[in-house]
């Protein structure tokens, strides 16, 4: 009886432990709104967003399910903003295009008052086509680069969140 009552305690404290773990852990994949010195936009549902390194880019985030058979190593969708020096967009659009990615479209358009570029490609990762969205946009002396990438396999299901993450983005 003398080890029974603490043993029933240490479960009880167990079992809340784990409860507050899970529950903290399913917050970090809803939608929220990051703010970043030169952007925001919305991390949408199903996306976590991984403590960030010193070298990494400016925003990354991810699925946490990953894709299947040829697509077993690669996530569904990823989401990165990268805040690179100086560039025009047409000189960043032609780094693109000659880096082996297929661009199937793009347009231009305004962010408030700042001129931007949408680019609508297709790339190949080891037999596993994969959907890429650029949004590039100069303020500031520098180029902000979003990209997307989905899984073509899971694009029905997805779709709607990168388009969320695309029109939620703005310069600041």
Do not use: C, W
């Not at 996530?75 to 780094?95: G, K, Q």
């Not at 946009?137 to 029905?156: F, G, M, P, Q």
């Amino acid at each position: 009886m003398e080890i029974l009552i603490p043993g029933l305690i240490l479960v009880a404290l167990m079992v809340y432990a784990s409860t507050k773990i899970k529950r903290n852990a399913a917050k970090a994949y809803e939608e929220e709104t990051i703010e970043r010195e030169q952007f925001s936009l919305v991390k949408p549902e199903g996306f976590i967003e991984p403590v960030r390194e010193e070298n990494e880019p400016a925003f990354l985030a991810y699925t946490k399910d990953f894709g299947e058979d040829d697509a077993a190593d690669l996530r569904i969708a990823t989401i990165e903003v990268s805040v690179l020096p100086l560039s025009s967009i047409a000189r960043r659009r032609e780094a693109i295009a000659s880096s082996g990615i297929e661009i199937l479209g793009d347009r231009s358009f305004q962010i408030g008052p700042v001129p931007a570029l949408q680019i609508e490609a297709e790339r190949n990762l080891g037999g596993v086509d994969v959907q890429v969205k650029y949004l590039l946009a100069v303020k500031n002396s520098v180029l902000l680069e979003l990209r997307t990438e989905l899984l073509r396999h899971r694009e029905d299901e997805y779709k709607e969140r990168i388009e969320r993450i695309l029109d939620s983005f703005q310069v600041t």
